[in-house]
Nanobody
Framework: QVQLVESGGGLVQPGGSLRLSCASS????????MRWYRQAPGKQREWVAT???????NYASSVKGRFTISRDNAKNTVYLQMTSLKPEDTTLYYC?????????WGQGTQVTVSS
């Protein structure tokens, strides 16, 4: 059974940094692209970043230059390093992968950017 568990969210001041983690199980992690999404209440889920199985990365324009996605295949974990955080980054962040044509999601971790 595929499981994704996010952690690392919290309250941070504008301009601050956080690192989110997503630990996976039930998949051969190194073979899978991993993604981060975010979703604010009442809004559609928004794609944030992707890292391929080969380590290639891609970012939404709203976070490019501020966020960095990375992976540690030995730990079956994907990370999202967030810097220069803005109040509009406040929301729930989810990690995602696809296995056997099905999307899998974690439970989400809350990031709040506020002074």
């Amino acid at each position: 059974q595929v499981q994704l568990v996010e952690s690392g969210g919290g309250l941070v001041q504008p301009g601050g940094s956080l690192r989110l983690s997503c630990a996976s199980s039930g998949i051969i992690f190194s073979r899978h692209a991993m993604r981060w999404y975010r979703q604010a209440p009442g809004k559609q889920r928004e794609w944030v970043a992707t890292i391929s199985s080969d380590g290639f990365t891609n970012y939404a324009s709203s976070v490019k230059g501020r966020f960095t996605i990375s992976r540690d295949n030995a730990k079956n974990t994907v990370y999202l390093q967030m810097t220069s955080l803005k109040p509009e980054d406040t929301t729930l962040y989810y990690c995602n992968t696809v296995w056997n044509t099905r999307d899998y999601w974690g439970q989400g971790t809350q990031v709040t950017v506020s002074s």
